[in-house]
């Protein structure tokens, strides 16, 4: 099975300041197809998760601009461009591209 | 708008078998993947299993003896099987399509 490895675990910042959380798989994400499924996901305190990226950097529908993923193969980052109160929560990267599915162990993000 | 629902009990003995019904509305199950998803308390997310648009399973390699998952296209349902379940089973369970969530079911397990 895949693993995910999300780093920090936990992540402290200001309203408006920029972060970075990493997810780094066991093996590559690439799939046959030529895409790469690796979507983020947003827990607020809860709630159920939402989606917000999807194959590495698609925005979803309706999330704001502040968020980008980026990355290849089997090393990926979320990065949050000026922190606002509503993105406080557990940060979940996710692989669809090898059966079984996985989740990383997901990233607090905390205000400071 | 799509939607998915959970529903099912909210107690369970041990040893015993959870069924978990997930009624979807906004789309078709022939077209769309179901996948089952479970958080125990204050834990992350665990993916269990998915029934994919054809009508193929897979599952967690940990869960796989003791966990089905089906559907009836006719009423728009995805349903969950689980068997031989322990207290570290206790979790709040989703089903979700990844793009969109149920709001998630509460499931604890004690005698």
């Known amino acids: 099975d895949v693993v995910l490895t999300q780093t920090p675990p936990t992540l402290s910042a200001t309203i408006g300041q920029s972060v970075s959380i990493s997810c780094r798989s066991s093996?590559?994400?690439?799939?046959?197809?030529?895409?790469?499924?690796l979507n983020w996901l947003l827990q607020r305190p809860g709630q159920s998760p939402q989606l917000l990226i999807y194959s590495v950097s698609n925005l979803e529908s309706g999330v704001p601009n502040r968020f980008s993923g980026s990355g290849s193969e089997t090393d990926f980052t979320l990065k949050i461009s000026g922190v606002e109160a509503e993105d406080l929560g557990v940060y979940y990267c996710?692989?669809?591209?090898?059966?079984?599915?996985?989740f990383g162990g997901g990233t607090k993000l905390e205000l400071k | 708008q799509v939607q998915l629902k959970e529903s099912g009990p909210g107690l369970v003995q041990p040893s015993q078998t959870l069924s978990l019904t997930c009624t979807v509305s906004g789309f078709s199950l022939t077209s769309n993947s179901v996948s089952w998803v479970r958080q125990p308390p204050g834990k992350g997310l665990e993916w269990m299993g998915a029934?994919?648009?054809?009508?193929?399973?897979d599952y967690n390699s940990a869960l796989k003896s003791r966990l089905s998952i089906s559907r009836d296209t006719s009423k728009s349902q995805v349903f969950l099987k689980m068997n031989s379940l322990q207290t570290e089973d206790t979790a709040i369970y989703f089903c979700?399509?990844?793009?969109?969530w149920g709001q998630g079911v509460m499931v604890t397990v004690s005698s």
């Open positions: 979700t399509t990844v793009d969109y």
């Open positions: 093996q590559s994400l690439l799939d046959s197809d030529g895409d790469t499924y």
């Open positions: 029934i994919w648009s054809g009508g193929s399973t």
């Open positions: 996710m692989q669809a591209t090898h059966a079984p599915l996985t």
